[in-house]
């Protein structure tokens, strides 16, 4: 829809890329730097319940709508 907006579909899928590229990068240092200071296995468990939820809201939304 922006691409066909704008007219641009080149620089529209380039920022997109770019984004796309640079939270990459941003998430994996940030995992790095999470697994240094607590144990990979409650990282796993956090994770897991937090997907949980998202799955629980999503339902519910689902639903509901």
Do not use: C, D, M
Request: positive net charge; without cysteine.
């Amino acid at each position: 829809a922006l691409a066909a907006r704008l007219g641009q579909p080149i620089a529209v899928g380039v920022g997109s890329w770019v984004a796309l590229t640079t939270i990459a990068a941003i998430a994996v240092v940030a995992g790095r730097v999470l697994v240094r200071r607590i144990p990979v296995r409650i990282v796993h468990q956090v994770a897991g319940v937090l997907f949980g939820l998202f799955a629980i809201a999503a339902t519910v939304a689902a639903v509901e709508s």
